[in-house]
C-alpha cells in the first residue's frame, strides 16, 4: 500500500502568499483605473471627442478585462483543482505583472493612431484572462491551510490585498499625478505601471517555497475520472449564481476606485492630488481594518458580517457622491472613507470564507474562480461604465450612478440572504453540507480503482 506524506497547514504563510498576489492584482485595476479616469483617457482617443466620452471609453477599456474574466475562470479553475492551488498562483502573478508593465510601454493615440487603443484593449483582454484564477486559488489556498475556528481571519488577508494594492497603486500616482500636464502625459503615467515588476518579484519571493494544502494532496490520493468543472455545473451550478451575484458589490468598489476620481477631477474640476488622497486613506483603514472584520465574520458568522458591509456601503455611497458636488473635501474625506475604508471592508473581509465554503473541497477553487469572476465581470462593466454614463456628458450627475449602487447593493444583499451560514461547520462538514447525495454517489461511481 502506497502513503501519501501529508504536509501541515501553514496559515501564516498561506496568508502572506495569498496578500501578496491580490496587493499586485489590484495594483494593476488601481493603476489602470485612476490612469484610466486621469490620463489615459487623455492620450488614447481622439481629442475631439467630448471630455465625458473619453472617459467613457477609457472605462470601457477598463471593463474588458473584467468582461472576458469567466472565459479565464472555465480554464484557470480547473487547473487549481487538478494540478494544484500554488501551480494557478504562480501562473497568475506573471501574467498580471507582465501585462501591466506593457501597458507602460504602448504607444499613445498621437504616435500610433487607432491602433493604440487597440493594443490597449488586446493587453486588458489577456490580463483579464489572466487574473481570473488568481484569487480563487489564493482564497482556497488559505481556507484550507488555516485553522478551523479562525477561516475568516486568514482568508480575509486575500483581500486585505486589495487595500495594500489600491493603496500603493494610488500612493504612487500621486506625485506623478501632481507633475506639469505635459510631463505627465509625455513619461509620467508610465512609470506607476512599469513599477508593477518590482510588486511581482516581491510576490514571487514569497510564494515559490509555499506548500500545497494537505486537503489537495488527500484529494489527489483519490483518482476521479469526473473532470472538476464537469463536477461543478453539474451540482453546483445554484451556487455559482449565489455568489456571483453576491460579487455584484464589488461594482461599487469599483465606481468608489474609478468614476468618482473622475467625476470629481472632470465634472467638477477638483484637485486630482487631494481626490487621489481618499482612496490612500480608505485603504489604509482598510488594510488594518480587513482583518479585524474577518474575526467578526468567524465569531458573528460570514453572511451577517457581509450583509453589513454590502448594505452599509451601498447607502454611504449617495452622500459621498453628493459630497463632491459641494467641494466640501471635510465631506468628501469623511464620506468616502466610511464608504470604502469600513463598509465595503467589512464585506470584503467577509466574501472568501462566506463563497469557498459554498463548494466542497474537489471543486472549490472552479465554483469560487467561476462565480467571482462572473460577478466581477459584470460589476467591473457596470460600475466604471454605466455610472460613468449614468452621469452625464459633462460628468455632473451623482443620482443615476447613486442609485446604481443601491441597485448592485440589493442584488447582492438579496442573494447573500439565501446562503448557508456555516461558520459552526468544520471543513469536512462543510464538504458532507455542501454535496447532496446525487453527487456523492457520482463522484463514487468515477473513483478509479487501482489495479491489482
Known amino acids: 500500500m502506497t502513503t501519501v506524506a501529508t504536509p501541515r497547514k501553514t496559515p501564516a504563510k498561506a496568508a502572506i502568499a495569498s496578500w501578496a498576489g491580490t496587493t499586485l492584482e489590484y495594483y494593476d485595476f488601481a493603476v489602470y483605473g485612476t490612469a484610466s479616469a486621469l ?10 471627442l467630448p471630455a465625458g466620452i473619453r472617459v467613457l471609453l477609457s472605462m470601457a477599456t477598463l471593463a474588458v478585462g473584467y468582461v472576458v474574466r469567466p472565459l479565464g475562470a472555465f480554464i484557470l479553475g480547473p487547473i487549481g ?35 493604440a487603443p487597440i493594443l490597449l484593449v488586446v493587453i486588458r483582454i489577456i490580463q483579464g484572462l489572466s487574473v481570473s484564477g488568481e484569487q480563487a486559488s489564493a482564497i482556497t489556498m488559505s481556507l484550507e491551510h488555516a485553522p478551523e475556528h479562525r477561516r475568516a481571519f486568514t482568508t480575509s488577508f486575500t483581500t486585505s490585498g486589495s487595500a495594500a494594492g489600491g493603496l500603493l497603486a494610488t500612493a504612487v500616482f500621486i506625485p506623478f499625478a501632481a507633475l506639469p500636464q505635459d510631463q505627465l502625459f509625455s513619461w509620467g ?36 475520472q469526473m473532470a472538476p468543472m464537469t463536477q461543478t455545473l453539474r451540482f453546483h451550478r445554484l451556487a455559482i449564481l449565489r455568489v456571483a451575484a453576491c460579487a455584484l458589490v464589488a461594482g461599487i468598489s469599483y465606481l468608489f476606485a474609478t468614476f468618482s476620481v473622475a467625476f470629481a477631477t472632470t465634472g467638477y474640476g477638483l484637485d486630482r492630488p487631494t481626490m487621489l488622497w481618499v482612496p490612500v486613506l480608505a485603504s489604509l ?49 469623511t464620506l468616502g472613507i466610511l464608504c470604502n475604508g469600513l463598509f465595503y471592508s467589512t464585506a470584503n473581509a467577509a466574501w472568501p470564507s462566506f463563497f469557498a465554503e459554498m463548494f466542497p ?24 461604465v454605466a455610472s460613468t454614463a449614468l452621469a452625464g456628458a459633462e460628468l455632473t450627475s451623482w443620482i443615476g450612478p447613486s442609485m446604481l449602487a443601491i441597485a448592485l447593493m440589493l442584488v447582492a444583499a438579496f442573494a447573500a440572504m439565501t446562503a448557508k451560514e456555516t461558520k459552526d461547520h468544520t471543513m469536512d462538514e462543510i464538504d458532507d453540507l455542501q454535496q447532496s447525495d446525487r453527487e456523492k454517489a457520482a463522484v463514487t461511481a468515477s473513483i478509479v480503482l487501482p489495479r491489482p
Open 285 to 333: 483603514l482598510a488594510l488594518a481594518y480587513t482583518p479585524l472584520a474577518g474575526l467578526l465574520a468567524d465569531k458573528f458568522g460570514r453572511r451577517t458580517v457581509f450583509l453589513i458591509g454590502v448594505i452599509g456601503a451601498g447607502l454611504t455611497t449617495i452622500p459621498y457622491l453628493w459630497s463632491i458636488t459641494t467641494g466640501n473635501w471635510a465631506l468628501i474625506f
Open 81 to 115: 483543482d487538478r494540478y494544484g492551488r500554488k501551480a494557478v498562483m504562480m501562473l497568475t502573478l506573471f501574467g498580471i505583472g507582465i501585462c501591466t508593465f506593457i501597458i507602460g510601454c504602448l504607444p499613445t493615440y498621437d504616435q500610433a493612431g487607432v491602433i
Open 39 to 48: 490620463v489615459l483617457n487623455e492620450l488614447f482617443f481622439p481629442e475631439d
Open 189 to 224: 503615467w508610465r512609470v506607476p505601471f512599469w513599477l508593477s515588476a518590482v510588486v511581482v518579484v516581491v510576490a514571487y519571493i514569497i510564494r515559490r517555497t509555499l506548500e500545497e494544502t494537505p486537503t489537495f494532496i488527500e484529494t489527489q490520493a483519490i483518482k476521479v
Open 361 to 384: 473541497h474537489r471543486v472549490r477553487v472552479s465554483g469560487l474562480a467561476v462565480g467571482t469572476q462572473i460577478g466581477f465581470a459584470i460589476a467591473g462593466a457596470i460600475g466604471p
